[in-house]
């Protein structure tokens, strides 16, 4: 077999491990579909009325591409928790010492975890749909925002690999895969317009990958009001190609991250 | 190869094995952990040698360096100096041959909990790149091998710890490689788990496979070792068939139970009658002396203690154990090593990972 085909197959492989493992834990994927229900639910309803809309548009319809990055941003701290388990159960060392390819391990993770996270955002879009969301588009933007949607995942999915593989215990994973996207995602559009927050942070919260991605996931459904007219920021006028611009970002930094972390881990 | 088989000469077995080649060396292994407290040398120069088709045991407490070593044979971590060699292939220039030649069982059992025993067994054989029929196959054949065919497909988790631990065995076994690494196959292991599993090992012997394997046990080094590595913070102590470092510590062991409150008095008149100092246990008031003189000493023993006023509760001679040895060349016994010296345990404890 050629590299490049061992390569896939071990992917391919390592992919099958961590779907039947999910499989069998019907209870994590039971509550990751809450967990996005209960998100839907009560930011609808909680903050329904209470924000304004730029341009005068519905917050439900607003909210949801919040909803939906938000959510696939958190499926990172899965990978990771699942990577710091891995690594404490001598499971890599088993891996490590068998003539498999190097990067199989976190690409068969990350696809697996790609796969949970369209699980997820499927449960989001009916809850969406039942609460009132609607897209406004051409079907052929729908699916491009699902896809970005999924392309965002992935990316994100490999910084919660590397953290994982950095860690210690499974039990700092589980803090340290999730508390930095608290800041991440709240100081972004997500959930309230830029333009109401204080001066100094609108050019951050412009900046944050984030925001980029809810934009253009925004676009992309035409949940955005007619007349809408974004903030005076590159990433935010150009929501698509700043969100696959950053996605390339983030994996050109952290792929090569993880798959050397992942050499040097279990040397620990 | 000189190293193992000095004086050896005699032993004609031993002789047909010194025409094999080395399966496994290593060559003044040095690994060096950075700590809290400064540098742990967790292998301090280790030099190893196993001949293709025989069993070396590598002998030591924990923190002794034993996982250590395995890990850099394994490749999974690198050597900070030294050069380590597989079935004739450097592990530093081409881990990818070596992974291939070798199988692993580590201590901690790397079984998917949430996979079946047989999928465990065919992600595996894929992995080693074999045709999905022949991983299969291999995986059938192995489940059948190891008794674990009717729990085949039930997730591993249901298993037992004994289960795991021949399932995580059977893994290391799915591409028939010519050489195995055992790290510790039955730490924490229930006597009768441990028998079944010595016996997996013994068979898989037979066949002609190389194994190293790290224990902490004697009894299972003296089972299932054709040669013993004796470990100690990062060194060799000692090495040799289990005879002959038994041989090496001498004579017999005089070993006296006496009433409570009498340990110190015997202990006192054993030491005029010992060839080497006395280890007193206090807890179970034994005391075992190292003698020369046969039973002439027993006789001469039993009368001093009764001359000096000390009930002997039992007395009798033994052969040198395994035990002894260590004593003899490390000054501590090998086994309760666990609850003494918190703080060298604790920085060696880390060094074993």
Not at chain 1, 197 to 219: C, E, F, K, T, Y
Not at chain 2, 251 to 270: I, Y
């Amino acid at each position: 077999m050629s590299d490049l085909a061992q390569s896939l197959s071990d992917t391919g492989t390592i992919t099958w491990r961590n779907i039947t493992r999910l499989r069998r834990q019907p209870d994590s994927i039971f509550f990751g579909i809450v967990q996005s229900i209960m998100f839907v639910l009560l930011f609808a309803v909680v903050f329904g009325g209470a924000i304004n809309v730029p341009g005068g548009g519905d917050y439900t319809e607003y909210l949801m591409g919040g909803i939906f990055v938000q959510t696939v941003a958190f499926t990172c701290a899965t990978t990771c928790i699942a990577m710091a388990d891995d690594l404490s159960r001598g499971v890599f060392d088993r891996f490590r010492s068998l003539p498999m390819s190097r990067s199989a391990v976190l690409a068969g993770r990350t696809f697996a975890d790609v796969a949970f996270a369209g699980i997820t955002t499927a449960a989001m879009a009916i809850t969406g749909l039942l609460v009132g969301w609607r897209t406004h588009s051409a079907v052929l933007e729908v699916v491009g925002a699902f896809a970005l949607l999924a392309l965002f995942a992935y990316a994100m999915l490999w910084i919660g690999a590397v953290i994982g593989l950095s860690v210690r215990s499974v039990e700092v994973a589980q803090t340290a895969g999730l508390i930095w996207l608290f800041p991440l995602t709240f100081l972004s559009n997500a959930f309230v317009p830029l333009e109401s927050m204080p001066g100094w942070l609108q050019p951050i919260a412009a900046w944050n990958p984030i925001s980029s991605v809810v934009a253009a996931v925004r676009d992309l459904f035409g949940n955005l009001p007619p007349g809408y007219v974004p903030p005076d920021y590159w990433p935010l006028q150009h929501p698509v190609q700043a969100s696959v611009l950053w996605c390339a970002v983030i994996l050109a930094v952290f792929v090569p991250l993880g798959i050397a972390r992942y050499r040097r881990a279990a040397s620990r | 190869m000189a190293r193992l088989t000095d004086g050896w000469g005699a032993d004609v077995g031993r002789l047909r094995l010194d025409a094999r080649m080395a399966a496994v060396t290593a060559e003044g292994l040095v690994k060096v952990f950075p700590s809290r407290s400064g540098e742990v040398r967790a292998l301090d120069g280790v030099d190893l040698e196993v001949t293709e088709g025989s069993v070396l045991g590598l002998l030591g407490p924990n923190g002794a360096g034993k996982t250590t070593a395995v890990r850099i044979l394994t490749t999974l971590l690198a050597p900070d100096a030294g050069r380590a060699t597989v079935n004739g292939v450097d592990v530093a220039s081409d881990p990818q041959a070596v992974r291939r030649s070798i199988g692993l069982s580590g201590q901690y059992a790397a079984v998917d909990e949430y996979l079946t025993g047989r999928e465990n067994l065919l992600m595996i054989g894929r992995l080693y790149h074999m045709g999905s029929g022949a991983a299969r196959t291999r995986a059938t054949e192995l489940l059948e091998q190891f008794d674990l065919i009717g729990a085949a497909d039930r997730p591993a988790k249901t298993y037992s710890g004994g289960m795991r631990r021949r399932l995580d065995l059977a893994g290391a076994l799915v591409a028939r490689p010519p050489v195995i690494f055992l790290d510790e196959p039955t730490t924490g292991l229930d006597p009768r788990s441990r028998i079944g599993l010595w016996e997996v090992i013994e068979g898989l012997v037979s066949t002609g496979t190389t194994v190293l394997l790290t224990t902490q046990y004697l009894d299972e080094a003296d089972k299932l070792a054709d040669s013993i590595a004796v470990v100690d913070r990062g060194r060799v102590i000692a090495r040799g068939t289990s005879d002959e470092l038994k041989a090496q510590v001498g004579g017999e062991r005089l070993v006296v139970t006496v009433e409570p409150g009498q340990v110190g008095q015997a202990g006192e008149v054993l030491g005029r009658l010992a060839a080497g100092p006395v280890d007193v246990e206090e807890h179970t008031r034994q005391l075992v002396a190292p003698v020369s003189g046969g039973s002439a000493v027993l006789l001469d023993a039993v009368r001093a203690l009764d001359e000096a006023g000390v009930t002997v509760l039992d007395i009798g001679m033994r052969r040198p154990t395994l035990d002894d040895v260590f004593l003899q060349l490390t000054g501590h016994h090998a086994e309760a090593d666990q609850g003494g010296a918190p703080a060298a345990a604790a920085g060696q404890g880390g060094a074993d990972r």
